[in-house]
């Protein structure tokens, strides 16, 4: 058995699916398990209609929901070649339940209704693939993955429950390799015991494919992207990248950890828990050899792997009384963080000040300030870039600082970090 995941991207357009049927086509003799995300931008076009939704601009939230729904009917029928097909009615049943939480008022919390709008995404494209497929000779079963992945119902990050889903997966997923070689299932949702639909967090159908292929004890997950492999910087912000062909786990949950966007940082762990090897690989060119992500792999070779993390905001707090950064001090920094989930990417503490590097939130920053301003002058530089090189060397970090001040620096013998601003 292998997992496979196709990601927005790779289902961009009516051609691109296509290109995506043929590589399956060319695993004739393999259970293939297929997790698929929502089609090209789709779910920051559904956050769209949530948000008008929640802010109760009904209309506008309408009428991006009719754009949607345009969107994928229009690609349905470049699929199939006509509005005949059960498809259509099956697209439709999303819309129309879609359309009655445009229709409720929006007394729960801000996130539900955001689960409930976005997961809609990931059904739509899987309904569609899974018929393109099917017409084309792919036999193949669909699975609504809201009745096997069970989670908590901590709403846009939920939480699997383990047990639940194996035996949801053994019980539900496993036989149907019994009608046919595939398995198409949705990415990034899953549902609570209550049958809410919930998210797993953006981009998370990398980590809905290795959950299945943990509890599937897959051979390989791969996953299909729109780059060669795994490579030690992202190729749309720097020119010069190379492909790394083997890299361990460790050094992947490393890359992701400091904001690399290309895996999703909880995929390594339940691959590592079985050892199962994750392969990325290139839809554009299959026969490209792409990365094996394994934990044995041979790290003497890696280049220097750089990753930068734009639109950062440096928050300076300078203890009013001239009181020390003591560990209780820092403790209670670190708690308002924490309560307030703003992720802390970087910091450095001297005699009276406390400095950190967080993501721009214009909200967050506006409650942190609040929860912190009786004891701490609080200042803040925007519109920063946060570089981490790996292995560095340093004639390229100085390459990569160019132009820039360096606002805050952190060395380690394997890790450079650096804050700049231009
Ligand atoms: N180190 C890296 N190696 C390869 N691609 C990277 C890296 N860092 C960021 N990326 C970006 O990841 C993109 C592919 O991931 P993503 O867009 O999430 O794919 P999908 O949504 O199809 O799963 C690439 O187009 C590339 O710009
Ligand atoms: N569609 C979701 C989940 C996902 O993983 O997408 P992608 O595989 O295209 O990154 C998102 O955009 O967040």
């Keep these: 058995m292998k997992v496979f995941k196709f990601g927005g991207a790779s289902l961009e357009s009516v051609e691109r699916i296509k290109q995506v049927a043929q590589i399956v086509q060319s695993f004739p003799d393999d259970k293939l398990l297929i997790v698929i995300s929502a089609m090209g931008k789709t779910t920051n076009e559904l956050e769209k209609v949530a948000q008008n939704f929640y802010m109760r601009k009904r209309e506008i939230a309408a009428q991006l929901l009719y754009n949607v729904e345009q969107q994928h009917i229009q690609v349905a029928e470049s699929l199939l070649g006509n509005r005949e097909h059960p498809l259509f009615q099956q697209l439709q049943q999303f819309f129309t339940e879609a359309e009655w939480t445009l229709g409720e008022k929006p007394l729960r919390a801000y996130d539900y209704y ?31 993955v809201r009745d096997v992945f069970r989670t908590d119902d901590n709403f846009r990050d939920a939480n699997i429950d383990w047990a639940f889903t194996q035996k949801q997966v053994t019980e539900k997923v496993v036989p149907l390799f019994n009608q046919t070689n595939i398995v198409i299932a949705q990415g990034f949702i899953g549902s609570t015991d209550q049958n809410e639909s919930v998210t797993l967090g953006r981009e998370g159908s990398d980590y809905s494919a290795a959950v299945f292929a943990n509890m599937l004890d897959a051979e390989s997950q791969t996953i299909w992207k729109d780059v060669e492999g795994l490579k030690n910087a992202d190729p749309k912000l720097f020119p010069n990248t190379v492909n790394i062909p083997e890299i361990s786990y460790g050094e992947v949950i490393e890359m992701a950890y400091y904001g690399a966007q290309v895996i999703h940082p909880k995929t390594i762990k339940p691959l590592q828990n079985k050892q199962i090897p994750l392969l990325v690989k290139c839809f554009l060119d299959k026969n490209l050899p792409g990365t094996v992500i394994r934990e044995q792999a041979d790290v003497r070779q890696l280049p220097p792997i750089i990753v930068l993390k734009r639109n950062q905001v440096l928050l300076t707090l300078t203890s009013k009384d001239y009181a020390f950064i003591t560990e209780d001090k820092i403790s209670d920094i670190y708690e308002t963080f924490h309560r307030l989930k703003v992720k802390i990417n970087l910091m450095q503490n001297g005699a009276i000040t406390f400095s950190c590097c967080i993501d721009h939130n214009p909200e967050k920053i506006e409650l942190l300030i609040k929860a912190l301003h009786n004891d701490f002058k609080i200042s803040y530089n925007e519109a920063l870039e946060l570089l981490t090189v790996r292995y560095y060397q340093d004639g390229l970090l100085e390459d990569l600082s160019n132009h820039h001040t360096v606002l805050l620096e952190q060395r380690s013998k394997v890790t450079v970090q650096r804050l700049l601003k231009k």
């Design 114 to 144: 955001y689960d409930q709008l976005v997961s809609m995404g990931e059904l739509l494209s899987t309904a569609i693939v899974s018929a393109f497929f099917n017409t084309i000779g792919l036999s193949n079963t669909w699975v609504d």
